[in-house]
């Protein structure tokens, strides 16, 4: 009991900060919650419904005559905790709405309501408090005869032409089953969809909200009565449903930026041929979700899921279920397992050879572009050896005397640092640098809607080189979305990912000894896509974690000897089909 009380003192002091919505929640049953009212209000509920017999002059909530309690009164558990509400200021912010649903005879309960409501003044004259009467109701033609904070709900859809009469009509309620036997999984029938909506047009066209009780009770459900735009959203789990609907803004997202998909010739595709160029696409938190997404809401296909050779690629780290950038970059670097947060080293610290690093013994050049800093994780992994990933003087010290012949990104280390990079020699514009004769060169992106434009300069540059190439292109802020649940920004930074990815693949049919993989560190967010419409480019988001997952992610291939990376394998073994392709020993 005690626990029970402070719970109840903490929510009475709850700050209610839930702005006025147009959808609004109702608290259906509301007094069969472990904690009535409180925990509604809490929840951020705008609308509380509570069942009445009025029994031995006491009005007393329940929902059937079994279960009346002497010590449920309304007053008890309604009006007296919305008089404290009106002390805690939570009424001054936020209209409110007590659906008082009749179970007894309908005047004489009405009458003891309002009797009993006359004894709280500062209730019946709070403009933010609507006191609604539903069940059991007088006739429509008696609704004139009640006081004036007392309004009813009307079950009907039939006109209404007295004015006075429709003023004394707080909403229109029907039952939803009705009209429909749907059970809030899937989709509601074309014929139900008709007949919902059609309920709905017509109680609005009376000019009043409306709610359907006895509806299913899921995300599904819920989102779906949004969309039709019932005015309240009827629930028996008030904190689930208010959560849901107030993140709906944001996890619904409809696409407005294209990725234009480039169609692959496939001529040299899973050939036999020789591999001279390798170009490496990592997207951050790219995982199988964040591709179907952007997929669904791009026309339904990117350039990326053109490709045929495909597998998945298990991403733990050394000592962690769930991997770091740093741990799972270094495994496609190196071809070792190591811990999180580890750049190019292993568990003691000792420097493992890397990609670039081999492949400059092998007389390549290599580069790379990322839309993270060049210290990021995934980046830093290609050139650097440090026990830690936030090193970064270190990292950027270990750039500086790298293999690596050009990078672009989107900053250097931190906000302090110039714009010089020793031995790097820094352009100012894209166009320059692909034109550059220099030996190592450098650009900073102004924004991630360059990667395309960079991976093509990149590309050019290294090829006027004229010796064989290893690139790797990073869309790092896939991850960072993750990380901040923001499918929006998920969606934007891989179409600009996908634009990549074109520039690569026709990179590689112009030059088809090229080969290109694709692929992520590790998924970020736990995203599920459980709701959209192709038509309008929409996908909702809804996602399990700000972290990292476990969860295996998709590696594609285009070019020659792309079939050698088909297949289910530990993401450490990139390392060795690159050399294998390439036809070269470590």
């Not at 769930?322 to 670097?333: F, I, Q, R, W, Y």
Request: hydrophobic share 40%; charged share 20%; glycine share 4%.
């Amino acid at each position: 009991m005690k626990k029970l009380v402070i719970l109840v003192l903490f929510l009475s002091n709850f700050s209610y900060g839930q702005q006025e919505n147009s959808i609004r929640i109702h608290s259906h049953n509301d007094y069969l919650q472990n904690v009535p009212f409180w925990k509604a209000v809490a929840a951020g509920a705008t609308s509380i419904e509570a069942d009445v017999f009025f029994v031995d002059d006491k009005l007393l909530v329940a929902h059937d005559k079994s279960e009346i309690n002497a010590s449920r009164s309304l007053e008890e558990m309604y009006l007296n905790p919305l008089v404290k509400s009106l002390n805690e200021t939570i009424l001054e912010k936020q209209s409110f709405q007590l659906l008082v649903d009749i179970k007894s005879e309908a005047y004489l309960t009405l009458d003891a309501i309002v009797a009993t409501l006359r004894k709280y003044p500062d209730l019946i004259s709070n403009q933010n408090l609507s006191i609604v009467i539903s069940g059991n109701r007088p006739k429509v033609e008696d609704y004139v005869n009640y006081p004036e904070f007392i309004h009813f709900d009307y079950q009907s859809l039939d006109a209404i032409s007295d004015t006075s009469i429709l003023n004394k009509i707080a909403l229109v309620s029907l039952s939803f089953k009705k009209f429909s036997f749907w059970n809030g999984k899937g989709r509601l029938t074309a014929e139900d969809l008709i007949k919902v909506s059609t309920a709905i047009d017509k109680a609005h066209a009376l000019g009043k909200p409306f709610r359907f009780w006895a509806t299913p009770d899921s995300k599904t459900a819920w989102k779906t009565m949004e969309n039709l735009g019932v005015d309240f959203i009827n629930t028996d789990m008030p904190f689930n449903c208010v959560t849901y609907v107030q993140k709906l803004d944001k996890s619904v997202v409809q696409n407005s930026q294209f990725s234009e998909v480039y169609k692959p010739n496939f001529a040299s595709d899973q050939k036999d041929n020789k591999v001279e160029n390798v170009i490496l696409l990592i997207g951050d938190g790219n995982g199988i979700t964040q591709i179907s997404a952007t997929t669904l809401v791009n026309n339904g296909e990117l350039s990326l899921t053109q490709l045929k050779s495909i597998g998945f690629i298990k991403t733990q780290s050394s000592d962690d279920f769930t991997t770091d950038s740093a741990a799972a970059g270094t495994a496609l670097a190196t071809g070792e397992k190591v811990p999180n947060r580890a750049i190019g080293v292993d568990a003691s610290g000792t420097p493992i050879e890397n990609l670039t690093e081999l492949l400059s013994r092998k007389k390549f050049v290599s580069g790379i572009v990322t839309t993270d800093n060049i210290v990021g994780a995934t980046p830093s992994s290609f050139y650097a050896h440090q026990k830690d990933r936030d090193m970064s003087e270190e990292i950027i010290e270990d750039l500086v005397n790298s293999n690596i012949s050009i990078f672009i990104s989107n900053g250097l280390w931190n906000s302090n640092s110039s714009n010089n990079v020793p031995n790097f020699t820094m352009h100012t514009s894209l166009e320059n640098l692909e034109k550059s004769k220099n030996e190592k060169v450098s650009y900073l992106m102004k924004d991630n809607s360059e990667v395309a434009s960079a991976t093509n300069s990149a590309l050019q540059y290294l090829k006027s080189r004229k010796k064989q190439f290893f690139l790797m292109i990073e869309g790092a802020k896939i991850d960072s979305y993750g990380h901040e649940n923001d499918i929006s920004g998920i969606i934007r930074e891989s179409i600009q990912f996908d634009k990549a990815i074109a520039e690569a693949l026709k990179f590689a049919d112009q030059n088809p000894k090229t080969l290109v993989i694709i692929t992520a560190d590790h998924e970020t967010g736990g995203l599920t896509i459980p709701q959209g419409n192709i038509k309008n480019h929409e996908v909702e988001g809804e996602f399990s974690t700000h972290d990292h997952t476990g969860v295996m992610v998709p590696i594609f291939a285009y070019g020659p000897r792309s079939n050698e990376f088909q297949g289910v394998y530990e993401n450490n073994e990139v390392f060795a089909k690159i050399l294998k392709v390439l036809e070269l020993k470590n």
